[in-house]
């Protein structure tokens, strides 16, 4: 807090007029939620988020591998940051094996910078369930009765 006192002089009386003025020191980002490193598969959506405070409300710049992350050469990643909260994000819609590697979260305002950082790890897609039901392929009509065929509805869907 700053305190000023004008004095104004008016013939033989004197005005003290006195301010306080609150102000806030700056302080250098800081991460009070960090990131932690995730395993996601091929092909689904993943979002690394983190926290950053600092006064002024500092600037988020992300990296992977190394490379800043920017809309025009990683049309895949969505970042956002909220200086209200200090919420970041990145989002990768459709995550695949080139998307694994390190990723990092730069904060800067005029007090300082600091990062986090996280591991990105991308596993194969899930193998798909096996079918309890036959296709058309599968079923062989008997060769005693060609136009004995029965046919089992296995699902509701329309088609």
């Keep these: 807090m700053i305190r000023l006192i004008h004095k104004f002089c ?5 005005l003290e007029i006195e301010t306080l003025c609150l102000y806030a020191a700056a302080a250098a ?7 932690s490193s995730v ?4 092909g689904t959506e993943v979002t690394l988020s983190c926290v950053v405070v600092g006064q002024p ?15 025009a050469t990683t049309p895949d990643f969505a970042v956002s940051h909220d ?9 990768i819609a459709d995550c695949m094996a080139a998307d694994q590697g390190l990723f990092r979260c730069v904060a800067r305002n005029a007090a300082g910078s600091t990062e986090t950082r996280c591991q990105l790890t991308v596993l194969p897609a899930a193998a798909a369930a096996p079918s309890d039901s036959m296709t058309s ?3 062989a009509p008997s060769t005693n009765h060609p ?5 089992a ?5 329309r088609i």
């Design 57 to 71: 409300a500092p600037s988020v710049t992300w990296y992977h591998n190394d490379r800043a992350v920017d809309r």
């Design 137 to 139: 392929s599968q079923v």
């Design 29 to 35: 980002p800081s991460f009070t939620t960090p990131l």
């Design 39 to 42: 395993s996601a598969r091929d």
């Design 10 to 14: 008016y013939s033989d009386t004197t």
């Design 153 to 157: 509805l296995a699902s509701a869907r």
């Design 83 to 91: 200086p209200a909260t200090g919420r970041c994000r990145l989002t």
């Design 147 to 151: 136009s004995d065929l029965s046919v």
